[in-house]
C-alpha cells in the first residue's frame, strides 16, 4: 500500500483517468454512484442530478458539471491534457478518492451540478437546503488556492428592440446597434475599484447585411467582493442601458441570469487547518475570492471554504492541462484538512 492511500481509499489518478472522458452530467453523475457503491457507500441523487453520500454535518462537495464536453486524454510524461480534466475532474477525482473514510469520520461527500456558467450554483444550493450542513468544504481549483471568500456576482441578459427593415428602404427607422454600441462604452468606461469586474460575454444580432436588425443584445457578468458595491454597479449598468434604448427609441427588455453572494463566513479553525494542510504538503496556502460552490454556504450564513486540491492550467480551455501527480498532494492535504477541522 503507498503512502497516500489507505485501506479506505482509492487511487485518485486513476479515477481522473476515467471521470475527465466521461461527457454529461447524468453519464458523470451515474459513475460517481457506481464508485461510492464499490466504496460501500450507499448513494442519493435528487431531481436535480446531485449525487451523495453520508449524513454528516460537515458537507464536502466537488461539482460534476464541466464548461467544455470532456474528450479523451492526451496524457503526457508530467502532465494530462483535456478539456475539464482539472476544473472539476480533478477535484471529483480526490473528493471520490476519499469518499469512504470522510464518511467514516462523519462527513457528508457530495458531486453537484450547476456550479459552472449559467447554472447559478443550483445543485449546491439545493444540497444546502435540504442537507442543512453545519459548514460546507467545496474541492475544487488550482493548488495552493484556498477560496476563503466569495465574489458576488450578478448576471444579465439585455435586448435592444426596434422595428427591423430594409437598410436602404428603411433607413429612417431606429436601428439597435448603435445603442449598443453605446452602451457597451459606457459600461466599460465605468469608474470601478479593483475588487469588483465587468464582462460582457456574448454578444448577437442581426438577419442579413443588408437588413436592420430587429435585435440585438448582450449578456453580462458583473462581481464584486461587496455586497453594495455590486449593487452599485447593477444599478449603473442597467440606468446605461436604459438610457441608451431611450436616446434611439428603442425597447429595452433586462432577464437576471443569475445571482451570488458576496462574502465571508470561514472561521479562523478553518482558515488555520488549511494554512497548516498546505504546510504539510511543502505549499504555502495562498488565500483569494472567488465563486464556488462554498458561495452556497456563505449564502446562508453558515462557514464555508473552498480547497485546492490539484496543480494545473488553462482551466475552460481544450488544452486545460493537470499534473496528475500533484492529484495525491491535494488528496493528502485534503485528508489533513477535515481530520483537523473535525478535532476543534
Known sequence: MSDFTTETSRDPIALLGEIAEIGGDAAR??????????????????????VWAGQGPTLLVAHLDTVLPPAPLRREK??????????????????LALSQELVALGCTVAFSVGEEGLGNLRGARHLVKHLRPQQVVAVDGYLPGIVSRSAGSHRMRARFIGPGGHAWGDR?????????GQALAEMYALKRSSNTSLNVGRLWGGEAINAIPQEVGLELDLRALEALE????????????????????LRMEIDVLGERPAGMTATKAMLEAARRAFMEIGLEAQFTA??????????????????????????????????????RLGMRALRSFVRQLLQT
Open 29 to 50: 453523475g451515474a459513475w460517481v454512484a457506481r464508485q461510492l457503491q464499490a466504496q460501500g457507500l450507499t448513494p442519493q441523487t435528487d431531481e436535480l442530478g446531485n
Open 78 to 95: 508530467s502532465r494530462w491534457y483535456g478539456p475539464a480534466v482539472g476544473d472539476n475532474s480533478s477535484g471529483v477525482a480526490v473528493l
Open 172 to 180: 429612417e427607422a431606429p436601428s439597435p446597434v448603435p445603442a449598443l
Open 230 to 249: 455590486l449593487d452599485r454597479m447593477v444599478a449603473q449598468v442597467r440606468e446605461i442601458l436604459m438610457e441608451a434604448a431611450r436616446k434611439f427609441g
Open 290 to 327: 472567488g465563486s464556488t460552490d462554498a458561495s452556497a454556504g456563505v449564502e446562508a450564513g453558515i462557514p464555508a471554504i473552498t480547497l485546492s486540491v490539484y496543480q494545473g492550467g488553462g482551466a475552460h480551455t481544450p488544452e486545460e492541462w493537470v499534473e496528475p501527480n500533484s492529484l
